[in-house]
């Protein structure tokens, strides 16, 4: 859980307003929801490994003092056991379960499909490190209550604006889960779909061979494991051709669930030949798995695609859900959703230099402290320029000039105004140009022009 310095916000505001201007040009509206949830509304949802890492928040007053394990023979002392009876309440781990939760309850006021969007924060108990954090804003985009595949196609073109106005080289890495469900079924492991694909998941950061042994160690027989060997060395392609579908078919045998995630895949790249991405790679990636419980179709997962620097945590990811709301009590309602990793994005684009200087201070213009006898004129300058929708200072204290040009160099303030006695005399206003030292004399007028970038 950090700070974030004014030039920290800068930047981290560069790409809330990216996000949320795409969000915004393709149709999605804003949404928020409170930090904290019942605990029993966010356990379950994302399986062991999710539910250890979510923040839970001790009850109110003398929590201890109103538990019953210590009087009651018959409750053993667990973490389970204690939990319920000292802690109702969680930090929410991510926005899509707590947006499930919305959608059920405002049913009856919601128009569907239902496209809304989400910029907050979510927590998690995990262990800091570059590229993970305690605390971290997420960018989610979610269609419910339609299950075309336009949705899908929806979030792949809105995932290439956002990240070709940034200024990445990524590539969209998609699967189905009813492809992963296939398999499990076609090898006999269909109970432990959630085990194959949670351990599949991790093939980026422990390997093949560590895989293969979680997949062991979850009692996946050894001639489903050998089954499901091949699909660990599956390399990545960008078109489903007849070769492709062939060695899809032999692992998922005739099973109609995995058939049918075929045949949402081919879909969706039939739609990028139609209507090309703009920067983005989009790829078929047979091992992503995508560890949460919830996905039931096609799941998506962003990488970076540079040369530059490595980074092999994923900037986005989601994917379709056919039941969320099922489990709070309205089922069938199927959706779709992606969610951006901000502090992941802001980490990639310091490394690659990418944040623009002039965009990340949205202070315009400071004018100068020349004394009382202008003082009056400054702030009826000041005055004027707001007004106008530019963002204008006034340095407060009469100290000497070099020490004001230093505190807007500081500031990254573009341009500099200074009223001095002459500049009353002739009722004009000296404009200084701070990136290149350039000064001139000008009317109001055309400092407002200038200002706002109209001049000719």
């Known amino acids: 859980m950090r700070d974030f310095s004014p030039v920290e916000m800068g930047k981290r505001n560069y790409i809330f307003n990216i996000i949320r201007n795409s969000f915004q040009k393709f149709g999605f509206l804003p949404l928020e929801t409170p930090a904290m949830e019942s605990l029993s509304t966010l356990t379950g949802k994302y399986g062991d490994e999710g539910d250890r890492l979510i923040f839970k928040v001790l009850n109110s007053g003398d929590f201890l003092e109103k538990t019953t394990l210590r009087t009651d023979p018959t409750k053993e002392i667990t973490v389970q056991n204690v939990l319920t009876q000292i802690s109702e309440k969680a930090l929410r781990y991510d926005l899509t379960v707590p947006f499930a939760r919305y959608v059920v309850m405002h049913r009856h006021e919601i128009n569907f499909p239902f496209k809304r969007y989400q910029i907050q924060p979510v927590w998690r108990a995990d262990r800091p490190q570059k590229g993970r954090y305690r605390e971290f804003y997420q960018c989610d985009a979610d269609i419910i209550g339609s299950n075309s595949l336009w949705n899908e196609f929806e979030l792949i073109q809105l995932l290439d604006d956002v990240f070709t106005r940034l200024g990445l080289k990524v590539v969209i890495k998609i699967n189905n889960r009813k492809i992963l469900s296939g398999i499990a079924e076609y090898i006999g492991a269909s109970g432990s779909v959630t085990d194959i694909t949670v351990a599949i998941d991790k093939l980026d950061k422990i390997g093949k061979e560590k895989v293969i042994e979680e997949l062991q160690q979850k009692g996946i027989m050894p001639e489903a494991i050998d089954k499901i060997k091949p699909l660990l060395d599956f390399k990545p392609i960008t078109a489903i051709g007849n070769e492709t579908s062939t060695y899809l078919n032999e692992l998922i045998g005739n099973t109609k669930i995995g058939q049918k995630g075929i045949d949402e895949l081919k879909v969706l790249f039939e739609q990028t030949t139609k209507i090309p991405l703009q920067t983005a790679r989009f790829e078929f990636d047979l091992t992503l798995a995508r560890g949460l419980n919830y996905y039931t179709g096609a799941i ?46 802001y980490d990639v684009l310091e490394e690659l230099q990418l944040f623009p200087d002039d965009r990340l201070n949205h202070i315009k213009v400071m004018i100068a402290n020349f004394g009382s006898d202008t003082t009056g004129f400054c702030l009826k300058l000041l005055y004027t320029l707001r ?62 022009q200038l200002l706002k970038g109209t001049l000719i």
Request: aromatic share 10%; no cysteine; proline share 3%.
């Open 300 to 345: 998506f997962e962003v990488k970076l695609n540079e040369e530059k620097i490595k980074f092999s945590g994923s900037l986005s990811g989601g994917g379709r859900y056919d039941d969320l709301t099922g489990i709070f009590g309205l089922p069938n309602l199927s959706g779709v959703g992606i969610s951006f990793g901000a502090d992941r994005i």
């Open 387 to 448: 007004q106008h929708g530019i963002a204008a200072i006034f340095y407060p204290d009469e100290v000497k000039i070099k020490k004001q040009f230093e505190y807007a160099h500081a500031l990254k303030i573009p341009f500099v105004v200074i009223i001095g006695e002459e500049e009353l005399k002739l009722e004009k206003i000296s404009v200084k140009t701070m990136s290149n030292g350039h000064q001139e004399t000008v009317s109001v007028n055309h400092l407002l």
